[in-house]
């Protein structure tokens, strides 16, 4: 039996393509949703064709998504209150052969993984190992990562730096890629209609919206600099706000839009003519369709198109305004996807017996 615990979008995004694979091979398995997001991954669950979830772990903020850190912690004391009533019965039920699956670096891939130990079943990591070399960037994505990295049982790391990060753990498998290649390349569509040029904007980590000076700056070094409209996607919560300080910036040159269906969003990001993100979610899955990006991070734990298409740009307001006047030169035609990273890890779900038909 396979037990994917998740609580955010992202999450479900990236766990889809090898649940999909399972599905493919009439392999069972379950949901297990901590609802870090609530709005967004209800909406998504079904959109990328999961079931229902067999356990609600917890909530979200009182059905609403986290948005502050008092939030967190009630929602991490319900989660930990959850798992000490069920865990001993639900324990009883898990079939022999069962494991628990659990991705990133989130607090869910933390509590998830405790949930796992607690229940007396592995935990596998996907996209295990990567790892940015200082703990406070980003913050706390990166202690999130080594937390798990020293606790859980099977590594899905995703390329072979990352796999040398865990070379004194066990049970280390490079997947040569990340699943969230496998995401994307399964939501693309056939291009429609050219549309006019555009910019993609997606700036959300916590160590930047809880910076407003950095906010400000950049967002003025935005629209200052681009050669192109652009686009910033922002959840409904933070739109109000967004709009607000583009107003009070009087900026002229990026719109507000809200968050896009993962589908949409695939389109949407290969039709643009450069992103400028913090993700490293965004990161990866751009570099598979070699589009100009720029990594607005002071470090990135993910390899993922630099080098190539992508540049970081480590807060340095100068490199960004040299990106947008040359991103052009980032693009990347036709580049090569190798082997799918959820075949690799079904694969080996199957030969170690959590898999079975």
Do not use: C
């Amino acid at each position: 039996m396979i037990i994917f615990i998740y609580g955010t979008t992202a999450e479900a995004i990236k766990l889809a393509p090898v649940a999909r694979r399972l599905d493919a091979q009439g392999i069972p398995y379950q949901h297990w949703i901590t609802y870090h997001h609530t709005e967004s991954l209800r909406k998504a669950i079904p959109e990328l064709g999961f079931h229902a979830p067999e356990q609600q772990i917890a909530n979200g903020s009182k059905g609403r998504s986290l948005t502050s850190p008092a939030q967190m912690v009630k929602w991490i004391f319900d989660i930990l209150g959850w798992t000490m009533k069920n865990a001993g019965k639900l324990k009883k039920t898990l079939p022999e052969g069962t494991v628990v699956v659990v991705h990133g670096d989130t607090m869910t891939t933390v509590l998830g993984t405790l949930i796992g130990k607690r229940l007396g079943v592995p935990v596998a990591h996907v996209e295990a190992g990567l790892r940015s070399g200082n703990w406070r960037h980003p913050f706390p994505e990166e202690l999130d990562r080594r937390i798990v990295g020293r606790i859980a049982d099977i590594h899905y790391a995703p390329s072979e730096e990352a796999a040398r990060n865990l070379s004194r753990r066990s049970n280390v498998l490079n997947t040569h890629g990340n699943t969230a290649k496998d995401a994307v390349l399964d939501a693309a569509r056939d291009r429609g209609q050219a549309e006019e040029p555009f910019g993609l904007v997606l700036l959300h980590r916590f160590e930047f919206v809880s910076n407003q000076a950095l906010v400000r700056e950049t967002l003025t070094t935005l629209d200052r600099d681009t050669p192109l409209p652009l686009r910033i996607i922002v959840d409904a919560f933070s739109r109000p706000a967004m709009e607000a300080t583009i107003a009070e910036l009087g900026l002229t040159n990026i719109t507000v839009i809200d968050k896009l269906e993962h589908g949409d969003f695939v389109e949407t990001m290969r039709s643009a003519s450069f992103i400028v993100t913090d993700s490293g979610g965004i990161q990866q899955e751009s570099a598979v369709f070699g589009v100009p990006t720029l990594i607005h991070r002071k470090v990135t734990e993910s390899e993922d198109g630099i080098g190539t298409s992508a540049v970081l740009s480590e807060w340095d307001q100068a490199k960004v305004s040299a990106f947008l006047a040359d991103s052009a030169k980032y693009r990347v035609e036709d580049p090569d996807t190798g082997r799918s990273p959820s075949d690799i890890i079904v694969a080996d779900l199957i030969e170690r017996g959590f898999a079975r038909a």
